[in-house]
């Protein structure tokens, strides 16, 4: 790594050229023996040290450069105000949880017989010591395995290996453990299986509902329940899929270990994480974008950054000699870039009576536009290109005594947007996009099936905040008349969660009627997806349900799946809706509840039904 960085031509190289460096290279280097072994802390911080002095610079002098901000905030995803440069014993503790992770999910595989032959023969991994002749690479996986430990949790599906009081198996409470607001006693159930009632599918709570809160009992009623032949399993609930990543693995430790200071330096008031995403989602080059980022952060030298630091005699603005010389000041509220603001591309005439901070003052240019409208992205391009030249001619007259001309500062801001543009192909301002017309393959109104299937659809309705959803399943034939349907209320943690559970009682109903050839549409194409691929790399917290689906595909001849636009499932939707509210709870066959014989007319279905 030294001999890269000397090799490199500092002077040359912008910070956005760095950073590329840093990320490709540097990082890069050590990955492989820190996928294998636990690397000394010591170590760690040398070779942090040596890219963080790489990444401010050095000086004329051969000295080190400023650090404006500490090497671990710089560690912070962009997102949270950072600029994603690992930590390297963070990152070397997420490789070694790899390790663990596959340790884990293949137990069979060679490589982790020969460790249980020689570290564990008489336990699982996870209870696994590290005993007295533990070499460094055994000693370095169990680093990795208790993290595991502390950020993953237990998804129940048969709960026969899940210990109500030792283990994290609760989502939806803090830390995943129950936590008794009495002693347990010595006959209390011990294993979750225990508290799941097989013949009816539901959780029995009453053995331990005197021993546990109300949001306890609550937050356990909405895990869903799996099929009584699968054993439970250990999930990364900080990745969709709950499979552990390296860059899920280090997110869950950087949060651990840094509490993200999102307060402006020297300043009471947060910094919203929308500021950030402005500012790396902003349409112009990458050294504009670590300027703002700079910017906002705080860390450009102005006079009064350095008049703090001791390493200027005066902090006032070196243009104006009024006031100090503040980021703020320097980019918007010099009177010399009133001038440059009106007469830019976006005609901003500046408020100094409503300005605050400039991270608010970004956001408040976007007041009431979306992030990524053609606008926004222009005025965005705009402001950044702005600010850069306006820094570079304040520098120009401070360091080369260049004399300030606002309409040249503007001139050149204006070309550099207009460039930029050109250059990537997008519109400029006052261009009007004609969106074009296309026709959708998909139906606007339901259609009946071919003649030898029957078309199931199925909706769920959700409300934030209710841990109860409704499902509605309607099933009709060819000529449009219903042969059955299904309205009820279920637990539910998400709105996606209550879409498949909807498709799993539509098979339950089809099941029940003995169908064999059914077509089953959703309007949520999230969920039709989720069913379609790999239940392993599906949403974890649809596991359960999504296994439960995979095993009644077995009940049918011909099982196809569907997405439909909400106009081709009116019904479903309307009966999932009352469901919800509790107004429509029951399943039918031939003759529908009459509060619905209305709703599915308007979809093809005979009023009354045939055969009523």
Known sequence: ILGKVQGWKQKHLSQAGKETLIKAVLFAIPSYPMSCFKLPITLCREIDSLIANFWWG?????????????????????????????????????????????????PGALWVQILKGLYFPNC????????????WAWSSILVGRDIILSG????????????IWADKWIPGIPGGYLRPCLPVPVDAPVKVCEL??????????????????????????AIPIGESVSGDRLVWPWVKSGNFTVKSGYNWIVNQNIRCPLAHAQSSHTISLDTWKIIWESKTLPKVKQFLWRAVSNILPSFLNLYKRRLSTSHLCPICLESP????????????TACVWFGSAIGYRMDLQSFTSLDRWLGSLLRGESMFSPNSRWILSVVAFTCWHIWKARCKFVYNDIPIVPAATRSHACLAVSEFWNVTKKPV????????????????????????????????????????????????????????????????????????????????????????????????????????????????ELYPILKDIRFLKASFTNL?????????????????????????????????????????????????????
Request: charge should be positive.
């Open 58 to 106: 050095n000086n004329s002098v051969g000295g080190n450069k400023i650090h404006w901000k500490r090497w671990e905030l710089m560690g912070l995803s962009k997102a949270a105000g950072g600029m994603g440069f690992k930590n390297l014993g963070y990152f070397n503790d997420a490789m070694l949880a790899r390790q663990a992770w596959r340790i884990i999910c293949n």
């Open 124 to 135: 699982s991994f996870l209870e696994a010591q590290k005993g007295g002749r533990a070499s």
């Open 152 to 163: 993953a949790h237990w998804q129940i599906l048969n709960g026969s290996s899940t210990s």
């Open 196 to 221: 799941i009632d097989w013949n009816h599918g539901v959780w029995n709570l009453l053995p331990i509902a005197h021993l546990i809160s109300q949001h306890e009992l609550h937050a356990i009623s």
């Open 325 to 336: 010389e503040s980021i703020e000041h320097m980019l918007v509220l010099c009177p010399w």
């Open 429 to 540: 301002l006052g261009s009007v996009g004609m969106p074009i017309q296309i026709s959708s393959p998909h139906p606007s109104h339901w259609l009946p099936p071919i003649s030898s299937y029957v078309k199931i659809n199925t909706d769920g309705s959700w409300k934030s905040g209710s841990a109860m959803a409704g499902v509605g399943v309607i099933i009709r034939k060819i000529a449009g008349s219903c042969i059955g349907g299904l309205a009820a209320q279920v637990r539910a943690q998400s709105p996606l969660m209550a879409e498949v559970l909807a498709l799993k009682h539509g098979l339950l109903r089809a099941k029940e009627l003995n169908l064999v050839n059914v077509v089953v549409e959703s309007d949520s194409q999230v969920a039709i997806n989720s069913v379609l691929r790999d239940v392993s790399s599906s949403n974890w």
């Open 560 to 612: 196809n799946w569907a997405w439909v636009p909400r106009e081709a499932n009116r019904s479903a939707d309307a009966v999932a809706s009352l469901a919800r509210k509790g107004m429509c709870l029951e399943s039918w066959l031939v003759r529908p509840p009459s509060s619905l014989v209305h709703i599915l007319s308007r979809d093809g279905l005979p009023c009354p039904p045939p055969g009523a």
